[in-house]
């Protein structure tokens, strides 16, 4: 049982910033970004006209929306909204065009419809912009190339740009390639990165200012709390669903390796209760594809035959077989190593069936696909593309703003 003198010690504690503030509980209470805005009386944003940039998982700790705290706001006055890939409210999974804001009154800018980045038009009457968007931790997340095109209009309109931090799900210690070849850049991959790359929002704006040279007027509001070492559970944060199909955390560690197979053939579970937590297709015999991984040996994951039919998108209304992944130890997974080995089980059990082109996409990385084609081992895969992780890793130390603890490295672990 926690005493009152132990509950003081630990306020004390968190106030002079030993540990993070934890509840009564004890599990630590990780403030985001807009709840330090909110400490600090929203002084950051004196006097601004203020575009915001948000979806449903832009809330404070208590459940207020941003963009409520904002709109109430009398230090500043938010005048316009924008919304990326899924809507405003998180919940679509097509594109969609500018509206007005049902229950502020206010324009709302689609920025997954014809336009993909804030036009001049749209800018009129802002001067500043404000991120607040929970990402999920791997490169293809649209999220991220949004806040990248945000950042960039605002330095091209010269007005300054913050980016609410909010954790990254699932860790900052765990990096993982392949890296994005230069050329092969999209709206699923902004510049180059490796699938997983270990940062926060905050932290990736910083990176894609400098490595960019977009030269933004950027601030970070910090969060505090919040380690690397952290996965979404050390947050003491409640889960929302940052997309439709993201609906857990062990779907979260999954996806940068699962999701690889999105642009092939082989459905990955929309259309089922367990996005990213379930592969398969009509052609896959479910026990001679989870007998090959369990021959693999991958740390951190187990695998169970089973068969389903999904009811969205790839092989929709078709019964297949396929493997239930199952998450066992988080720190030891390394999730887009997993992701190559079923490409590469794939293609080799079922080289006549299995669309390997379509990984291409979001592997982005034309030599890794040389390998795995060429037979290699998803491990000399990853080795062979450390060069380039390294120079990354490097790069990245510059930008990182909590604490600066040794990075593991890709490969198999």
């Not at 993909?116 to 999220?143: C, H, N, S, W």
């Not at 390394?334 to 592997?363: A, R």
């Amino acid at each position: 049982m926690i005493t009152k003198r132990v509950l003081f010690s630990l306020y004390l504690s968190a106030f002079l910033g030993i540990i993070p503030l934890a509840g009564a509980d004890g599990v630590p209470r990780v403030l985001n970004g807009i709840d330090v805005l909110r400490e600090q009386n929203f002084e950051p944003l004196a006097g601004k006209h203020v575009g915001l940039i948000t979806n449903h998982t832009g809330l404070s700790a208590d459940g207020t929306t941003t963009i409520d705290l904002l709109y109430r706001s009398e230090v500043c006055k938010l005048v316009a909204l924008f919304s990326p890939e899924h809507g405003i409210r998180g919940n679509l999974d097509v594109e969609t065009g500018s509206s007005v804001d049902e229950s502020t009154g206010l324009p709302l800018y689609s920025l997954y419809g014809d336009n993909r980045r804030p036009t001049a038009e749209m800018l009129k009457g802002i001067d500043a912009l404000v991120f607040d968007i929970q990402d999920i931790g791997a490169r293809f997340y649209t999220y991220i190339t949004t806040m990248a095109y945000c950042l960039e209009a605002a330095a091209r309109a010269n007005i300054p740009f913050f980016v609410l931090d909010r954790p990254n799900p699932i860790g900052g210690t765990q990096v993982e390639g392949p890296m994005l070849d230069a050329d092969k850049t999209s709206f699923v991959g902004y510049m180059p990165l490796p699938v997983r790359h270990g940062m926060t929002v905050g932290e990736l704006a910083r990176y894609f200012n400098a490595e960019k040279r977009i030269g933004a007027a950027l601030e970070v509001i910090e969060m505090k709390g919040w380690r690397r070492s952290y996965f979404f559970w050390d947050t003491g944060q409640l889960w929302i669903d940052p997309s439709p199909n993201m609906r857990s955390m062990p779907a979260a560690i999954l996806y940068p390796g699962v999701c690889l197979l999105e642009g092939s053939n082989v459905s990955v579970g929309r259309g089922t209760d367990r996005p990213f937590e379930i592969v398969g297709a009509p052609w896959i015999e479910p026990r001679r594809l989870a007998a090959s991984l369990w021959a693999a040996q991958i740390p951190g994951a187990r695998f169970v035959p089973v068969f389903f039919t999904p009811t969205a998108g790839k092989n929709r209304g078709t019964k297949c077989g396929g493997i239930s992944l199952l998450v066992t130890s988080p720190e030891k997974l390394n999730s887009v190593f997993l992701g190559l080995t079923l490409v590469s089980i794939l293609y080799k059990l079922y080289p006549k069936e299995f669309d390997m082109d379509g990984v291409q996409e979001l592997l982005g990385n034309a030599e890794a696909m040389r390998r795995l084609k060429a037979g290699q081992p998803p491990a000399q895969v990853l080795q062979a593309d450390g060069p380039g992780l390294r120079k990354f890793l490097a790069r990245r130390q510059k930008v990182l703003i909590y604490d600066r603890i040794s990075t593991r490295k890709e490969g198999r672990q």
